[in-house]
């Protein structure tokens, strides 16, 4: 089984292990569990090992390698790679290959990792539970009747499989931290502009971020180190200086730490009991390291959900509008006869019914569903009583965490109000599969870091999990707390039976 990211550098480097070697182990792991878990939508079989082989070339002749040579890493299919499809799990981009590498996947690239493949996700990144996903659904290595999470659900099983020791995904609304969740891994959403969303496949634009998922807080930090980072070409990418995360990780003392618990998030309905059991003993856990828990509420959280709904819909139906099947991606044959919508296309010009069809055909019920709202919301006489007033409370939610950080250093709560639910249970209702973000989306909302802790099982054998949450451009706090958590507990070396790859 491939295991932590730090173990298989150090086996690469003191030459116990090739790169062609941990390659060929992660190729023979995904053939194991594709079948039956279907975490990729593409292998990059050739390429993997031609890059492993290369490593392997540079280590024997001596020259300077750089930190990740010969890491196997995972990449969800919304950031584009130049040498393999980027479909974003979506018939409109099913036979897509971008013409350059996103600047997170050339700056893991640079860093020595090979990228091994693309993995699964809801399409466009618009799901809880990657079964909107045009390539198939995904299952949870843990239980394959369960939901693996979403949108980045293929990134999370690809490392709870033991396919690879680090994988990358993408958080709008909490796609990282959900999924590592119900994984049982770990999984960070970095600050909104800490890493470059330049080839990162617009949902919505003013949320989405690109973070690393692992099994331990240490995967996830060396992960952030290669990926982080001031890019140019991105104009929301930050120009803060990059820390050096493993000296975080190294002084982790908690003495002195507040913890703000989110009492409000804790006592709501309809949150499982192994959740709330979770935080209560994570409370202990940071109280035995000689933190000190202040408990916090966020006022506006109630308003979270719905802020985001608006926010989310509106961006993406603006983003989502250049697939038209005109420039690239799907272009459906908009005169056939037998298409579902062709009394319509019969009464539309050439190229409107060419439009129509592209996007009836291309996009699935969960991406149109999402672009009607966010169309309807922008539109002349709505623009103001939803859009604008859903920006004026994103303001004071985000005024809610910079109050709350004045008195706190990191925040402490739940990730989901349950752990995986059944494949199939939410598909059919939205608003069921909307609240999984109830706890998640106030971050992206704020564009703070958050991160995922495995945090024991449920009575079923199922992950549980805790969400720490840091002010802006924290990263290195709140790995730190997170590695102090770790370090007093075993919960992120449990593995799921099954379906671990050996």
Sequence with gaps: ?????????????????TAREVTEQTLRAI??????????????????????????QDRKAGRPLPPLAGLPVAIKDVLCTSDMPTTCSSNMLRNFTPPYDATVVAKLKRAGAIVVGKTNMDEFAMGASTETSAMGLTRNPWDEQRTPGGSSGGAA????????????????????????????????????????????????????????????????????????????????????????????????????????????????????PAIRTAVAEAEKVFTDLGAEIVEVSLQ????????????????????????????????????????????????????????????????????KRRIMVGTYALSE??????????LKVRRLISRDYETAFEDVDVLLGPVTPSPAFGLGENIDDPIAMYLCDLFTVGANLAGVPAISLPA????????????LQAPVM????????????????TYHRMRPNDFVAS
Aim: net charge negative; glycine share 10%.
């Design 1 to 17: 089984m491939l295991d932590s990211t730090s173990t298989i550098l150090e086996l690469l480097r003191s030459g116990d292990a």
């Design 157 to 272: 099983a690809a490392v709870a499989a033991g396919t690879v020791p680090l994988s990358i995904g993408t958080d709008t609304g909490g796609s990282i931290r959900q999924p590592a969740a119900f994984c049982g891994i770990t999984g960070l959403k970095p600050t909104y502009g800490r890493c470059s969303r330049l080839g990162l496949v617009a949902f919505a634009s003013s949320l989405d971020q690109a973070g690393p998922m692992g099994w331990s807080v240490d995967d996830v930090a060396i992960g952030l180190q290669a990926m982080a980072g001031y890019d140019p070409a991105d104009s929301t990418s930050v120009d803060h200086e990059v820390p050096d995360y493993q000296a975080a990780i190294a002084g982790r003392d908690m003495k002195g730490v507040r913890i703000g618990v989110l009492r409000d998030s804790i006592d709501q309905d309809g949150v499982a």
């Design 474 to 489: 924290q990263e290195a706090r709140l790995l730190a707390a997170g590695a102090g958590f770790q370090s007093a507990t």
């Design 381 to 390: 006489g709505y623009y103001d009583a939803y859009y604008n007033q859903a």
């Design 456 to 467: 024991g099982l449920d009575d079923d054998g199922l992950p549980v999990a805790i969400q």
């Design 31 to 56: 053939g194991a569990i594709q079948p039956t878990i279907n975490a990729y939508t593409h292998v990059a079989y050739e390429a993997a090992l031609n890059a492993a082989d290369a490593v392997d």
């Design 300 to 367: 506006h959280s109630p308003y979270w959900v719905p802020t985001y709904y608006v926010i989310a819909p509106c961006e993406a139906s603006s983003n989502l509008s250049r697939f038209d099947g005109a420039h690239y991606g799907y272009r459906h044959a908009a005169a056939s006869t037998e298409d579902s919508i062709a009394p319509m296309l019969a009464k539309t010009q050439p190229l409107e019914a060419m439009y129509r069809a592209s996007r009836a055909n291309g996009f699935g019920s969960e991406v």
